[in-house]
């Protein structure tokens, strides 16, 4: 990087030597995944429950 004549000319290597350094983008990507992986869980808890409902109330 401190070869580079213009900032603009090493930019990749820049923001690859910061997520090496601080590993923002990795943490934000674990983040979005560990979300949606959350989401999914209670839609799937949701759904077993509302078809138990309409399975109860035909047998009643």
Not at 2 to 29: G, I
């Amino acid at each position: 990087m401190s070869r580079c004549r213009e900032p603009k000319d090493c930019a990749l290597l820049r923001e690859d030597y910061l997520e090496c350094l601080h590993h923002s983008k990795e943490f934000q990507r674990r983040n979005r995944i560990y979300k949606e992986e959350q989401r999914k869980l209670r839609a799937a808890s949701r759904k077993p429950e509302e078809g138990k409902e309409s399975v109860d109330k035909h047998h009643h």
